[in-house]
């Protein structure tokens, strides 16, 4: 199945800087759009995976690589090597850039009709960062971002549900907490027997009936929020 349904794309930032993506379409008439957003493994296989069943279900999706400003088409896999070089990405990131980057997506789709931005690992956090600086977004997804407790300041101007696994050893239950107490509209849900990644069937983290009830979660949210 793996990038059956899309095609890799250039984006161009509103700096003048210029990414990669990959986009899949539905079969008819689409619903809407997605972003989706990576971890920091970059638009590897489980991203493009996420994004085809994406399109499967009736959305025109699009996945920006939003580590181009670093190392142009940069993917990576799971091992424990794999996770410490893919680490050195975040060492200090550039938030505004990567957002610019998302811009980008999000309107490279629009004209799908409403747009929501699903994210992961890290792209949980920009997913949240999306929801409260962007524009032309209906809905906002994160999936286990850990620098959303740090930023809960800010007001989502869409509708937000966020996942977080109780075991994640990155990301506190007091996180989630903070989370709840500082934006009570934001719908949070966590699962007790998930750790960081548990979304991820590539993982060894992967936690079946977490990510189908995660995934069942988030599908209901975009079919109410994404309405032409």
């Not at 493009?48 to 142009?72: H, K, M, S």
């Not at 629009?110 to 962007?134: E, N, Y």
């Not at 509708?159 to 977080?164: D, G, I, K, T």
């Amino acid at each position: 199945m793996e990038d059956l349904l899309g095609q890799h794309l250039t984006l161009t930032a509103s700096d003048g800087h210029t990414l990669g993506a990959y986009r899949a379409d539905p079969a008819g008439t689409p619903k809407g759009g997605i972003v989706v957003i990576q971890e920091i493994f970059g638009v590897n296989s489980h991203i493009r995976n996420v994004t085809d069943r994406f399109a499967a279900e009736g959305y025109v999706a699009i996945a920006p690589a939003l580590f181009d400003r670093q190392e142009r088409n940069f993917e990576s896999g799971y091992s424990p090597d794999e996770i410490a070089h893919a680490r050195k990405f975040i060492a200090n990131p550039d938030w505004d850039a990567m957002l610019r980057d998302t811009q980008a997506a999000i309107d490279a789709i629009k004209s799908a009709g409403p747009v929501a931005i699903v994210g992961f690992c890290m792209g949980g956090s920009i997913a949240f960062l999306a929801a409260t600086r962007l524009s032309g977004l209906a809905a906002a997804v994160g999936y286990y971002g850990g620098a959303i407790a740090r930023n809960a300041d800010e007001k989502p101007k869409v509708s937000v549900q966020l996942h977080f696994g109780a075991q994640d050893q990155g990301i506190p239950l007091s996180d989630v907490e903070i989370i709840r107490e500082k934006r009570p509209e934001i719908e949070v849900h966590v699962y007790d027997e998930a750790g960081h990644g548990f979304g991820c069937d590539e993982r060894s983290a992967y936690h079946k009936p977490s990510a189908e009830l995660a995934g069942s979660r988030t599908r209901n949210f975009l079919t109410r929020h994404l309405k032409k």
